[in-house]
């Protein structure tokens, strides 16, 4: 391995920084930009367009003789500054032009540059319906972020430069186009019609947008002002369904953020084939088709409200508030990803933001143990759009909601209603929001953001508990199991609450609360308290970014499930209570699954009896299949998969052939029958009859985004022996079946591969590799994630050729990081596999003796 890969000072965490990563800074300013007008005629047929672009500049300093722009793979065709023609150097990435006469400080310049450009790579897409799907729409649209706008017209392109904008585009008719800010004109002109729309407020290159199709437009307001969505004809119903609370949201956000929204119009436009869920372009965001929900999808979908909030969210972060370069990039996805949170809270209930708090967490969490740590803040990186990840996104919104609890309610919006009144219209980095609250406040954060901003990690408690009776002490052990014993550099210094919770008799529990300050690898606390607690509560309120093991005795655990008010807290404790293991803490589990009033805490409880490698935990999860809530019915299902017996199999099966309301939990019951089939494959007439009915559903479940299907592919896929299921998936990633359902195939195939004989092995790189000449993104992300599970060095190789020839830096990077994870699987392989499947076989021989024994120990008692 190469010694880069692992960084020695990550405490055994990847590194972030990859081969080639380089500091990165803005350019040196020749001055403002302050318009720039893209005056566009399209040839859709083709591909192609021609026009203009003009650049308005009011120069910094005198004497500067060479302007460089970014412009990629276009054809320049001439510049002139202020109408004389310029001599200008073009090498395909950067246009050099050389001014007849150097720059006077202020004294304007315009820049006009005549352009074309073919079949582009980036920055501009043209869909359009082929052979294979005849009826994929005709759309044009653009995706700027991060640095692909100089893909379609020459600028400077980095976020630091705001400007105003105008964009004058002529489309064939019926189509029309939609662009940032206002339409101040349309004119047409025979079958074609020309849009004139016009950005008053001052943004950067990579919030510049044009979408062309032949859209269904639905009209709302907020204010007076127009609140618009743009999809598909036949898709209205589905567009309200999914984007109808916009104008509560913006009132919404007008408040919180303490500045009403500041653009002409709100536009959200869902478009085919888009690389992104969604982006935030002024004014106009653009938005996957497939968030558009259908009646049934809208019952367990609330994805599509959080994204819809999201791009909202960036109005004010992102838009509003520009960041000055990428390496500050949290602070407006963190935000987005808060106003996830705000909004749900707001929408639904404390709990639920809570634990859509926990979800985020989560997420930051498994990509900070498998995939790398780092700082929020780094200029280190081979590509920006790397620093798209995790770190900024969930990280993000929890350190926003670190900012909240440590500044209370009042304090917090004080502060960014400051930050965002102080710096609208501007670029701001994370220093302007330190200076913001300390400004709003007197408060001085550094401390936090030292801690989770500007390095990697989190603290990582283990909790003990013991009580003396005698002396009326409570005795709380908080180790932090991330710290270096010897010294102090990963350690974390907070003051965190530690709450007793007393149980009276049909009344809620009541918490004394002390707030401790833990510092040291490991600190022992005594609390004298009038009587011993029902149960203990760690950090209460969970509002500090960590993970927590609870040691503590069973009936406090039980007691902690079932009566502590946070449901982060009842979480936590399910989860400790599935690790002491044994009848008791399954019964407690079983009940919670029957009695937990909130569906959040329900779902987690099912996880956690699957955990509990009992034969009992079985009449405790199966219950759960009628629970109210699709949430927890899919829950349910998931964990039956992994109880690998007779009984799961007959309860998933009768999902699978009777349905149910929500296409998750269909999808869920698919994925887990091939799961249960394969670990009982001694029956070879059984897999023969999951094959049959995974069929069945293929042939008979397409729908929407083909959740369904999908789940059924990655049934399949678990059959990982069976050359039947193998022929099946292959059939299902040929062009021209669903894209939806074609990409989970393609990612199916590298699940499925690691059982396969050599020859059928063949079969599928052959397949992979055929597919990795594709140059659609969502295509290539599923090769590369197919070929990340195989366990064979010739993957290694279509891995290096994709990262090699892929335009896309997300690409390349998810390649170069599979490479490392199949060199890690290939290691003694077979040997490995056999033990594996070994250990297995005794597991679930111990498992079906522990059950009798416990069962026995219950009878004697």
Same mark, same amino acid.
């Given at each position: 391995?190469?010694?880069?890969?692992?960084?020695?000072?990550?405490?055994?965490?990847?590194?972030?920084?990859?081969?080639?990563?380089?500091?990165?800074?803005?350019?040196?300013?020749?001055?403002?930009?302050?318009?720039?007008?893209?005056?566009?005629?399209?040839?859709?047929?083709?591909?192609?367009?021609?026009?203009?672009?003009?650049?308005?500049?009011?120069?910094?300093?005198?004497?500067?003789?060479?302007?460089?722009?970014?412009?990629?793979?276009?054809?320049?065709?001439?510049?002139?500054?202020?109408?004389?023609?310029?001599?200008?150097?073009?090498?395909?990435?950067?246009?050099?032009?050389?001014?007849?006469?150097?720059?006077?400080?202020?004294?304007?310049?315009?820049?006009?540059?005549?352009?074309?450009?073919?079949?582009?790579?980036?920055?501009?897409?043209?869909?359009?319906?082929?052979?294979?799907?005849?009826?994929?729409?005709?759309?044009?649209?653009?995706?700027?972020?991060?640095?692909?706008?100089?893909?379609?017209?020459?600028?400077?392109?980095?976020?630091?430069?705001?400007?105003?904008?105008?964009?004058?585009?002529?489309?064939?008719?019926?189509?029309?186009?939609?662009?940032?800010?206002?339409?101040?004109?349309?004119?047409?002109?025979?079958?074609?019609?020309?849009?004139?729309?016009s950005q008053q407020q001052v943004h950067p290159t990579y919030l510049m947008t044009l979408a062309v199709a032949d859209f269904a437009e639905i009209r709302d307001e907020w204010q007076g002002k127009p609140v618009t969505y743009y999809v598909e004809k036949g898709r209205e119903a589905d567009a309200k369904r999914s984007m109808g609370k916009t104008p509560r949201m913006v009132e919404f956000l007008s408040e919180k953020y303490g500045y009403p929204y500041a653009f002409p119009k709100y536009a959200q436009v869902c478009v085919d084939d888009f690389i992104f869920g969604g982006m935030e372009n002024t004014s106009t965001t653009l938005l996957t088709d497939r968030c558009l929900l259908d009646e049934r999808a809208a019952l367990d979908n609330r994805n599509t409200e959080s994204l819809v909030v999201h791009e909202l969210a960036h109005q004010w972060f992102g838009d509003l508030l520009v960041i000055k370069h990428w390496s500050h990039a949290w602070i407006k996805e963190g935000m987005a990803s808060y106003s996830e949170v705000m909004w749900t809270e707001h929408e639904y209930s404390a709990e639920e933001a809570a634990y859509y708090r926990l979800l985020e967490a989560r997420s930051y969490?498994?990509?900070d143990r498998s995939r790398y740590r780092r700082p929020m803040v780094t200029h280190v990186y081979r590509e920006a759009i790397e620093l798209y990840d995790r770190h900024i996104y969930e990280k993000g919104s929890c350190v926003y909601h670190m900012?909240?609890?440590?500044?209370?309610?009042?304090?917090?919006?004080?502060?960014?209603?400051?930050?965002?009144?102080?710096?609208?219209?501007?670029?701001?980095?994370?220093?302007?929001?330190?200076?913001?609250?300390?400004?709003?406040?007197?408060?001085?954060?550094?401390?936090?953001?030292?801690?989770?901003?500007?390095?990697?990690?989190?603290?990582?408690?283990?909790?003990?508990?013991?009580?003396?009776?005698?002396?009326?002490?409570?005795?709380?052990?908080?180790?932090?199991?991330?710290?270096?014993?010897?010294s102090s550099k990963n350690l974390f210094d907070l003051k965190i609450p530690i709450g007793f919770g007393f149980v009276q008799k049909g009344e809620p529990a009541q918490l004394t609360t002390f707030t401790v300050r833990v510092n040291q690898p490991e600190q022992s606390f005594y609390f004298p308290l009038s009587a011993k607690p029902d149960f203990i509560s760690f950090d209460v309120g969970n509002h500090f970014l960590k993970t927590v093991t609870l040691e503590y005795p069973l009936p406090e655990l039980k007691a902690q499930l079932e009566f502590d008010p946070d449901p982060i807290s009842r979480i936590y404790a399910a989860t400790a209570l599935a690790k002491k293991g044994g009848l008791e803490a399954t019964k407690a589990l079983s009940k919670a699954?029957? +009695?937990?009033?909130?569906?959040? =805490? *329900?779902?987690? #409880?099912?996880?956690? &009896? @699957?955990?509990? $490698?009992?034969?009992?935990?079985?009449?405790?999860?199966?219950?759960?299949? +009628?629970?109210?809530?699709?949430? =927890? *019915?899919?829950? #349910?299902?998931?964990? &039956? @998969?992994?109880? $690998?017996?007779?009984?799961?199999?007959?309860?998933?099966?009768?999902?699978?052939q009777e349905g149910d309301r929500s296409y998750y939990v269909e999808a869920a019951a698919a994925t887990a029958i091939g799961a249960i089939a394969a670990a009982n494959l001694d029956e070879k007439p059984k897999e023969e009859k999951v094959i049959k009915l995974l069929k069945s559903v293929l042939e008979e479940k397409a729908g929407w985004n083909e959740v369904v299907r999908s789940g059924a592919v990655n049934g399949l896929a678990e059959l990982k022996t069976s050359e039947a299921a193998?022929?099946?998936?292959?059939?299902?990633?040929?062009?021209?079946?669903?894209?939806?359902?074609?990409?989970?195939?393609?990612?199916?195939?590298?699940?499925?591969?690691?059982?396969?004989?050599?020859?059928?092995?063949?079969?599928i790189l052959d397949k992979l590799a055929e597919l990795a000449k594709e140059t659609f993104f969502l295509t290539q992300v599923a090769v590369v994630t197919a070929?990340?599970?195989?366990?064979?060095?010739?993957?290694?190789?279509?891995?290096?050729?994709?990262?090699?020839?892929?335009?896309?830096?997300?690409?390349?990077?998810?390649?170069?990081?599979?490479?490392?994870?199949?060199?890690?699987?290939?290691?003694?392989?077979?040997?490995?596999?056999?033990?594996?499947?070994e250990l297995d076989q005794v597991k679930k021989q111990n498992q079906e003796l522990k059950s009798r024994l416990e069962n026995l120990e219950a009878k004697s008692k």
């Open positions: 391995m190469s010694h880069s890969y692992f960084d020695t000072e990550n405490n055994g965490h990847k590194s972030f920084e990859l081969p080639g990563a380089r500091p990165h800074y803005n350019p040196d300013r020749p001055g403002q930009v302050e318009h720039i007008f893209l005056d566009l005629h399209l040839d859709i047929p083709k591909q192609s367009y021609h026009g203009s672009c003009s650049i308005r500049l009011l120069p910094i300093r005198s004497g500067i003789d060479r302007l460089v722009l970014d412009a990629v793979n276009l054809n320049i065709q001439s510049v002139q500054v202020d109408e004389v023609a310029q001599k200008f150097d073009y090498d395909g990435e950067q246009l050099s032009i050389k001014l007849d006469q150097p720059t006077e400080l202020g004294k304007r310049i315009l820049i006009a540059i005549a352009y074309s450009a073919e079949k582009p790579q980036r920055g501009i897409y043209f869909i359009q319906p082929d052979k294979h799907y005849p009826h994929k729409p005709t759309q044009v649209w653009t995706q700027g972020e991060d640095e692909d706008s100089r893909f379609w017209f020459p600028c400077f392109d980095y976020p630091g430069q705001l400007s105003t904008s105008e964009i004058r585009v002529r489309v064939p008719k019926p189509l029309i186009a939609i662009s940032n800010g206002e339409l101040i004109e349309t004119i047409e002109e025979g079958s074609e019609k020309i849009y004139h729309w969490l498994s990509e900012i909240r609890a440590e500044l209370g309610e009042e304090l917090f919006w004080h502060a960014i209603h400051t930050f965002v009144q102080d710096n609208a219209h501007k670029t701001v980095e994370t220093i302007d929001l330190l200076r913001a609250i300390d400004k709003a406040t007197g408060r001085n954060l550094a401390f936090l953001f030292d801690q989770y901003v500007y390095r990697g990690g989190h603290p990582d408690f283990k909790v003990a508990y013991s009580w003396d009776g005698d002396a009326n002490l409570a005795k709380v052990t908080v180790t932090q199991t991330q710290a270096d014993k010897n699954l029957t +009695k937990e009033p909130f569906w959040g =805490v *329900r779902v987690e #409880v099912a996880k956690q &009896l @699957a955990e509990v $490698k009992l034969d009992q935990a079985f009449d405790g999860l199966v219950v759960g299949l +009628k629970d109210k809530s699709p949430y =927890v *019915r899919r829950a #349910v299902v998931n964990a &039956l @998969a992994t109880i $690998k017996t007779h009984d799961s199999y007959k309860a998933v099966k009768e999902i699978v193998l022929n099946l998936l292959l059939e299902y990633t040929k062009q021209g079946v669903p894209q939806a359902l074609r990409l989970a195939t393609i990612r199916a195939l590298g699940r499925i591969s690691v059982g396969q004989t050599p020859v059928n092995l063949e079969r070929l990340g599970k195989m366990e064979t060095p010739k993957a290694i190789d279509i891995l290096r050729s994709l990262a090699e020839q892929t335009p896309d830096g997300r690409v390349r990077r998810y390649a170069d990081e599979e490479i490392a994870n199949v060199q890690k699987h290939i290691g003694p392989e077979t040997a490995l596999r056999q033990l594996r499947e």
